[in-house]
């Protein structure tokens, strides 16, 4: 059975910088494309970012966090990431990280929470 | 706003069937494979249908999709009162080059 699981949301000032991580278990990592879902407060989904399978070479995000955040991979860890940078209180959200078959979203993890606030 | 646009809120007695609009454009539904996701409450979404009309296993026959030009719909037969959720479409955008999903559907089982 595959599995997600998402760590590294907690509170940040605006401004500040957070990594979340997502460990994955139960499949071959490398084989696989993954992705980030946000989703703020009584809000809906909204997709954040991907990164492609093997080396990650190809990656592709929102207008809403390009330059700001970026996706990346350790497949001996078998983990992904998203860094984000100038975090503002929009931000502030359930950060989900899922695999991606084709051009569907699949599994999703059970995600992890970012506040953003001073 | 979303570029996918749903109803925001769907009811149906029990054992009713109930539909869920999914309203797109060429660049995404008009061009590429619609997913629908549940929501349970307090819980991550789960993937319901993908490429249309395929079911995960797992996900009981009374769900199905469908898909015909820039538009999509779920329907979901003998609703249950465990049917209450959130309900997702989402799409491929060729222009954007990423998923888009819709406002979500809010479905109450009377």
């Known amino acids: 059975e595959v599995q997600l699981v998402e760590s590294g949301g907690g509170l940040v000032q605006p401004g500040g910088s957070l990594r979340l991580s997502c460990a994955a278990s139960?499949?071959?990592?490398?084989?696989?494309?993954f992705t980030w879902v946000r989703q703020a407060p009584g809000k809906g989904l909204e997709w954040l970012a991907y990164i492609s399978s093997a080396s990650g070479s190809t990656t592709f995000y929102a207008e809403s966090v390009r330059g700001r955040f970026t996706i990346s991979r350790d497949n001996t860890k078998k983990s992904m990431y998203l860094h984000m940078n100038n975090l503002r209180a929009g931000d502030t959200a359930f950060y989900f990280c899922a695999t991606v078959v084709g051009y569907y979203i699949d599994v999703w993890g059970k995600g992890t929470t970012v506040t953003v606030s001073s | 706003q979303s570029v996918l646009t749903q109803p925001p809120s769907a009811s149906g007695a029990p054992g009713q069937r109930v539909t869920i609009s999914c309203s797109g454009s060429s660049s995404n539904i008009g061009s590429n494979t619609v997913n629908w996701y549940q929501q349970l409450p307090g819980t991550a979404p789960r993937l319901l249908i993908s490429i249309n009309t395929q079911r995960p296993s797992g996900v009981p026959d009374r769900f199905s999709g469908s898909k015909s030009g820039t538009s999509a719909s779920l329907a979901i037969s003998g609703l249950q009162s465990e049917d209450e959720a959130d309900y997702y479409c989402?799409?491929?955008?060729?222009?954007?080059?990423?998923?888009?999903f819709g406002g979500g559907t809010k479905l109450t089982v009377l």
């Open positions: 989402s799409s491929w955008d060729d222009s954007l080059d990423g998923w888009l």
């Open positions: 139960g499949l071959t990592f490398s084989s696989y494309d």
